[in-house]
């Protein structure tokens, strides 16, 4: 079983950037497909976008395309989110979470804690 942590939320102001961490143990990163999520207050959780155990990106959410991208780092376990020109409807807690494929019914298997960002107009 994997356990995810992420970090790296906090405050920035509209139009600044934010990078947010995602380390996983129990297994390595490589072997897994790993999305990012968010939700905000009162509202249902929502996928950003998705990154495959091949490589290759997916994006859920349109309104994140341009603006959020993710990285990998295997020899820290690591996957990264940049999050650059950050608007206010940004505002919510990130998730960082794994299955076996970005693709596919039913929910995500393995979540982390969460992280707040918050945008500030």
């Known amino acids: 079983q994997m356990q995810l942590v992420e970090s790296g939320g906090g405050l920035v102001q509209s139009g600044g950037s934010l990078t947010l961490s995602c380390v996983a143990s129990?297994?390595?990163?490589?072997?897994?497909?790993i999305g990012w999520f968010r939700q905000a207050p009162g509202k249902e959780r929502e996928g950003l976008l998705c990154?495959?155990?091949?490589?290759?990106?997916?994006y859920y959410k349109d309104s994140v395309r341009g603006r959020f991208t993710i990285s990998r780092d295997n020899s820290k376990n690591t996957m990264y989110l940049q999050m650059n020109n950050l608007k206010p409807e940004d505002t919510a807690v990130y998730y960082c979470?794994?299955?076996?494929?970005?693709?596919?019914?039913?929910?995500?298997?393995?979540w982390g804690q969460g992280t707040q960002v918050t945008v500030a107009s």
């Open positions: 979470a794994a299955r076996g494929t970005c693709i596919g019914k039913g929910d995500f298997d393995s």
């Open positions: 990154v495959g155990s091949s490589g290759g990106a997916l």
């Open positions: 129990g297994t390595y990163i490589e072997h897994y497909a």
